[in-house]
């Protein structure tokens, strides 16, 4: 029998996507629940599953533009097709370890800091179907990278790791290629944009059309979060499984603060303006595909470790391009990291329809005076992008001090803003 691959519908509005990535290749056994293909829409990026089990043949190629429910690929149900994947990934020994008691002299533990989220993402390189296993049996690539720090090597993975060296050295080089591989010629290339990419250029260039659109600046030292940080990491970690980061301290402040200045949290509809009781927090995250802003809901009442998780979640879908529309609409104000790159100084594009967009930027210790005197701290930048057209300098400024108080102050954002000695004065 021959079932036909349709292209699904990713949204409303949405004729037409792109071939972004096939995961199997022409001629292959797959599975019923294997994904087979990636699209990209000028929204998300959605991964279709092959739905039956049987040899596939492809239709369409990657890159071409095509149809909803339009016929990209057939599976024959009695065919049996080829086993050998797509793109050949280096797979880990499968034996299992072997358990053998260590010499005590070699006990002694080196102890180095855990591998950041983004240094663990490079180490591994996990086929699609690798991650989808591992999701449904949540595992986590810091569970992989934990157990092979404990992994005992044996002789069997020294001669796999001699016969695939070459293989892993040789995409090593092919990734630092392009800072050496200028050779003086005048060739070029011309790609065509993605369906994703075109929406993001032309809401960019709306937005800079159609909004009277201003930024204006202030300076964050960042001492007392960063103490706060480190004295509470481990035992936050500990108890919630999450790690603390900045992006959530920034959130909880941005939340508290427009309960002052709710004309940041509001929009243009026609000739009305939207009010909401709600913070719905949209966060930039630089994904494979470009920029997505998943979106934290109901930001004003989380705790920090409940924006932290919410975080980890939104960005590791982001990250596998899983995200869903849903995920992706509704959010009432934007929070984008650029110090995460070497940012010092930006002027954000409000995400639109929202009013407001607030930048974060590199930690750089300066010099500042403290009370008459010279002290070196960590600043930062911060940055508030806003629509002149509801909001004024006033509050646009005032609300930017008051996030630059919370922050300096993490201790106002449990009392409203106001100090424990202004709550036992009454002030």
Excluded: C
């Excluded at 260590?102 to 993402?121: H, L, N, Q, V, W």
């Amino acid at each position: 029998m021959i079932v036909e691959i349709k292209v699904p519908t990713p949204g409303e509005s949405i004729t037409e996507v792109q071939i972004a990535n096939w995961l199997v290749s022409n001629g292959q056994q797959v599975t019923s629940d294997e994904d087979i293909v990636e699209i990209d829409s000028d929204k998300a990026t959605l991964s279709v599953a092959a739905g039956a089990e049987g040899k596939i043949t492809i239709l369409a190629e990657e890159g071409a533009t095509v149809e909803v429910n339009s016929i990209i690929a057939t599976i024959d149900t009695e065919a049996q097709g080829s086993v050998s994947e797509k793109k050949t990934t280096t797979a880990a020994p499968t034996k299992q370890p072997e358990k053998v008691a260590t010499p005590k002299a070699d006990t002694t533990e080196i102890k180095t800091p855990p591998p950041s989220t983004s240094e663990t993402m490079e180490l591994l390189h996990a086929s699609p179907l690798a991650k989808k296993l591992m999701e449904a049996h949540q595992v986590s690539e810091k569970d992989f990278i934990d157990f092979y720090k404990h992994y005992r090597i044996g002789k069997k993975d020294v001669e796999f790791f001699l016969e695939n060296k070459d293989n892993v050295k040789t995409e090593r080089k092919s990734a630092s290629a392009i800072s050496s591989s200028w050779k003086g010629n005048r060739d070029l290339q011309k790609t065509n944009m993605s369906p994703l990419r075109k929406k993001l250029a032309s809401r960019l260039v709306s937005v800079k059309n159609e909004t009277a659109m201003l930024t204006t600046f202030n300076e964050v030292n960042m001492t007392p979060v960063m103490e706060l940080r480190k004295k509470y990491k481990d035992a936050f970690k500990e108890k919630h499984g999450v790690g603390l980061g900045f992006m959530s301290l920034f959130t909880k402040a941005v939340t508290e603060a427009m309960a002052f200045f709710p004309q940041i949290n509001s929009q243009i509809s026609g000739d009305q303006i939207i009010h909401f009781d709600y913070v719905d927090v949209s966060i930039a995250v630089s994904a494979p595909k470009g920029l997505v802003v998943p979106v934290i809901r109901n930001a004003e009442i989380l705790s920090l470790a409940g924006i932290e998780h919410a975080i980890k979640e939104l960005a590791t879908k982001a990250r596998d391009n899983k995200l869903s529309l849903e995920e992706m609409q509704g959010g009432t104000f934007t929070i984008t990291n650029g110090g995460v790159f070497g940012s010092m100084m930006s002027t954000p594009i409000i995400n639109p329809p929202q009013s407001a967009i607030l930048g974060m930027h590199n930690i750089v210790e300066r010099p500042i005076a403290v009370e008459g005197r010279v002290e070196i701290h960590p600043m930062m930048y911060i940055a508030l992008s806003y629509d002149h057209r509801i909001i004024d300098g006033k509050e646009s400024v005032g609300f930017l001090v008051k996030v630059k108080e919370l922050l300096e102050q993490p201790e106002r954002m449990l009392f409203g803003s106001r100090t424990p000695q202004e709550i036992l004065l009454d002030l």
